[in-house]
């Protein structure tokens, strides 16, 4: 690499570090998201890496044909090119941003109400709103649809790994009015009618 390339390499590597840095300042993982399958890497799987290295050969490509075959030698292209090449190279970690700008206020909120079970293993979730479970439902297919009123969710999950062995609990707090599962999974522990709502328990699990 020839010394004038340089500071074209070095654009593209700060633009590239930027990102991560805004990644990196986004980022709302924890145990209890990874726990339940929820995990934004935007470099985390092999086909993301391959595809980051297909972009930058090409973009790389790009830049030889522009500037040897047609002899475009502008400065201001070329450190623009080099610069905006990352968002190409890297376009993962933007839309990892976009999501974490997003929903971030939701994860932070699961964070703080997760933490793991030491004595039984899993991950416990207290007091989630419904608009919390249903963020972590898509992700688990163990996760039964819940009442429309539904509210201090408490979410007692484990295992659900490739062996496919799980148990999960739930408890939640939900009008009077909603009709609950009438199978063996679904309990009534206690009706408030002064208040109107009824607490459910939910447990299912496959050994």
């Given at each position: 690499m020839q010394?004038?390339?340089l500071p074209f390499v070095g654009i593209f590597v700060l633009m590239s570090f930027?990102?991560?840095?805004?990644?990196?300042?986004?980022d709302r993982t924890c145990d209890a998201l990874n726990y339940y399958r929820i995990n934004r890497d935007f470099l985390g799987d092999i086909?993301?890496?391959f595809l980051a290295v297909g972009l930058f050969a090409g973009g790389v490509a790009v830049y030889y044909l522009i500037t040897r075959l047609f002899k475009w030698d502008n400065e201001i292209f070329k450190y623009a090119y080099w610069g905006l090449l990352p968002l190409l190279v890297f376009h993962g970690a933007?839309?990892?941003v976009s999501?974490?700008?997003k929903v971030g206020a939701t994860e932070r909120s699961i964070c703080n109400k997760t933490t793991r079970a030491k004595k039984s293993g899993g991950m416990v979730s207290t007091n989630l709103t419904l608009k919390e479970y249903l963020y972590l439902q898509p992700n688990r297919r163990e996760f039964p649809n819940l009442p429309p009123t539904s509210k201090n969710i408490t979410i007692w999950f484990n295992g659900?790994?490739?062996?496919g062995d799980y148990t999960l609990q739930l408890t939640f707090t939900c009008s009077v009015k909603e009709t609950i599962g009438k199978n063996?999974?679904?309990t009534v522990k206690n009706i408030n009618k002064a208040v109107g709502t009824k607490t459910v328990s939910y447990l299912d699990f496959d050994r």
């Open positions: 010394i004038r390339h930027l990102l991560l840095v805004a990644v990196s300042m986004t086909d993301a890496q933007i839309l990892t999501h974490n700008l659900g790994d490739f062996i063996e999974r679904w």
